[in-house]
């Protein structure tokens, strides 16, 4: 297997929305889409894909965090690999995209969340390096007009 990897582009979005399921978070192909071009103006956004061939089996969605009480830092916010090619280095190669993003920006950590459903996902980061730092609930609530 020949995994290539490079920038999302706005005509991976049927593909990418097709993993976005396989990760639980179901969404049309447009609206991937738009996203896409949305985030294609944002320096602190970045999009990856690992491509065989033209097809797109696996994604990550990694930003610059910012915030009052830490440093700048990384944070991997989404990242999905096609089930049946899991465990083959794909994703391991998107987190390292990531990695080597941040150190060229100069900052000095990564961050990620995981569902505590996903205890295979949570022995991958665990083998990559990745420590637990705390658990928390996240909350939400629809905004007017949503």
Not at 31 to 36: E, L
């Amino acid at each position: 297997m020949n995994a290539t990897f490079d920038e999302m582009r706005e005509g991976d979005a049927a593909d990418v929305a097709v993993l976005a399921e396989q990760l639980g978070y179901p969404c049309a192909p447009e609206d991937v889409q738009a996203r896409i071009a949305l985030f294609a103006n944002e320096p602190a956004e970045q999009l990856r894909v690992a491509r065989i061939g033209q097809r797109v089996v696996g994604w990550v969605h990694f930003q610059m965090r910012r915030s009052l009480t830490t440093g700048p830092r990384v944070e991997i916010s989404q990242i999905v690999v096609e089930q049946e090619l899991r465990g083959k280095g794909i994703g391991a190669k998107l987190v390292e995209l990531a990695e080597e993003w941040g150190s060229a920006q100069g900052l000095t950590r990564i961050r990620l969340a995981s569902q505590i459903k996903r205890t295979d996902t949570h022995q991958f980061y665990l083998r990559l390096g990745y420590t637990i730092d705390k658990s928390s609930h996240f909350f939400s609530k629809p905004l007017v007009g949503e």
